[in-house]
């Protein structure tokens, strides 16, 4: 008889984050499976059969981005581009050498275009060449907030571009066949790495942006007056009470950020708290402010974790994971977590199918080696490897 080690995925939703608690039943029959050691030999042998699939695409990707290439620099007055803006959102489009009035209007969401090289950079290298384009100082406008979510809307209609569409993706192509042919995130050493550029790079920064709590995700505002600091609280506790913890309990915190949560917990609720994180800010804040003896906050990657915990739960790091660690991720997972126990899992969902990117804005300079998972990461990928 095998035993089902988790067969139930329940959404936990956290303002901007998704939630899913993985709880492991008790034994029942299924399927026998072999062990995972076993399994292993053809793991690698699929991610190398994956390899040789690469380069079909990477090829192919070149023939588009040459081919587009030229259409686009025929077209580098942006006329396809602003058609397509005009179409789609409310942006109006100025072209404006001097930039942006000192007195901007205030009736609208107008994007002041001060060089045209601006619209090849955006139809060849999309949201990485619409940032870059505005740290070169190519384009102003009066609201970049609103600008942004505007130009959101285009994700979803790129198609209509046609041939000059081509550059764009072949330079998703690119990125994605570069990331699994030269992955960061496989060793200790390159998640940290990647983690470093991230988190470890100004205090200052996190503690005026953070709040009181130094918590670093989506807050749970259930009531419209809250507080940045109430709303984190609450969504802290929310994290608490997914897990049912019992005063004694062995508590495992994968990504650990600056320590509130597992504070929280150990004081709230009585249980011995486990945290480890991969940034050396996060963990010398810990150390320093959330001193709790029943709390050990651990400068060390979740895949060197030993031991056995009631329940596990992580805010945040999953999208620091990637796909192609997903599979680690739950196996570790599985070995650390007791048979009765429960694991919550809060990150940043993504609604949308196929290969990521890793060549666009987000990983050049905000979460390196970041993925956002989709729902079915949480369904297919992992969900044998929890039956034994």
């Known amino acids: 008889m095998a035993r089902r080690k988790a067969a139930v995925l329940l959404p936990l939703c956290l303002a901007a984050g998704c939630g899913f608690v993985v709880p492991k039943l008790a034994p029942t029959w299924a399927p026998q499976r072999a062990p995972l050691r076993q399994r292993a030999p053809a793991t690698v042998a699929r991610q190398s059969f994956a390899a040789g699939q690469l380069l079909l695409p990477f090829a192919a990707s070149v023939l588009t981005g040459v081919l587009g290439l030229e259409a686009v620099r025929q077209l580098n007055e942006g006329s396809a581009l602003k058609?397509?803006?005009?179409?789609y959102t409310s942006i109006i489009v100025v072209d404006s050498p001097e930039g942006m009035p000192s007195s901007p209007p205030t009736d609208g969401v107008y994007w002041y275009i001060k060089d045209p090289d601006v619209y090849r950079r955006v139809l060849v290298q999309g949201d990485l060449g619409l940032g870059e384009s505005y740290m070169d100082?190519?384009?102003?406008?009066?609201?970049?907030?609103?600008?942004?979510?505007?130009?959101?809307?285009?994700?979803?209609?790129?198609?209509?571009?046609?041939?000059?569409?081509?550059?764009?993706?072949?330079?998703?192509?690119?990125?994605?066949?570069?990331?699994?042919?030269?992955?960061?995130?496989?060793?200790?050493?390159?998640?940290k790495e990647n983690i470093a550029k991230h988190y470890d790079i100004s205090m200052k920064l996190y503690e005026q942006m953070l709040g009181p709590t130094m918590m670093y995700s989506g807050a749970y505002y259930h009531t419209p007056e809250?507080?940045?600091?109430?709303?984190?609280?609450?969504?802290?506790?929310?994290?608490?009470?997914?897990?049912?913890?019992k005063p004694g309990m062995k508590v495992l915190e994968l990504g650990c950020g600056f320590g509130a949560l597992a504070d929280l917990m150990a004081t709230e609720y009585g249980v011995h708290v486990t945290g480890v994180t991969l940034s050396e800010d996060q963990h010398a804040y810990a150390k320093k402010h959330?001193?709790?003896?029943?709390?050990?906050?651990?400068?060390?990657?979740?895949?060197?974790?030993?031991?056995?915990?009631?329940?596990?739960?992580s805010v945040g790091i999953f999208e620091h994971i990637g796909r192609n660690c997903y599979e680690t991720y739950f196996e570790k997972c599985q070995e650390l977590l007791k048979d009765d126990g429960i694991m919550?899992?809060?990150?940043?969902?993504?609604?949308?199918?196929?290969?990521?990117?890793?060549?666009?804005?987000?990983?050049?300079?905000?979460?390196?080696?970041?993925?956002?998972?989709?729902?079915?990461?949480?369904?297919?990928?992992?969900?044998?490897s929890w039956v034994d």
């Open 137 to 191: 100082g190519q384009w102003e406008s009066n609201d970049l907030e609103g600008f942004v979510f505007e130009m959101l809307k285009l994700e979803v209609v790129k198609k209509d571009l046609g041939l000059l569409g081509l550059p764009l993706l072949s330079s998703a192509i690119v990125g994605s066949v570069s990331w699994l042919l030269f992955p960061t995130n496989l060793s200790a050493s390159g998640a």
């Open 83 to 87: 058609d397509l803006i005009k179409k």
């Open 226 to 245: 809250m507080t940045l600091e109430e709303a984190q609280i609450a969504k802290m506790r929310l994290v608490a009470d997914k897990l049912d913890l």
């Open 290 to 313: 959330f001193k709790n003896p029943m709390v050990d906050i651990r400068l060390q990657d979740y895949r060197s974790m030993t031991g056995q915990f009631d329940r596990i739960y």
């Open 344 to 384: 919550v899992i809060h990150t940043i969902g993504f609604c949308r199918s196929g290969q990521w990117n890793h060549g666009g804005w987000m990983n050049t300079y905000i979460f390196p080696g970041a993925e956002l998972p989709t729902m079915s990461h949480f369904t297919q990928g992992f969900q044998d």
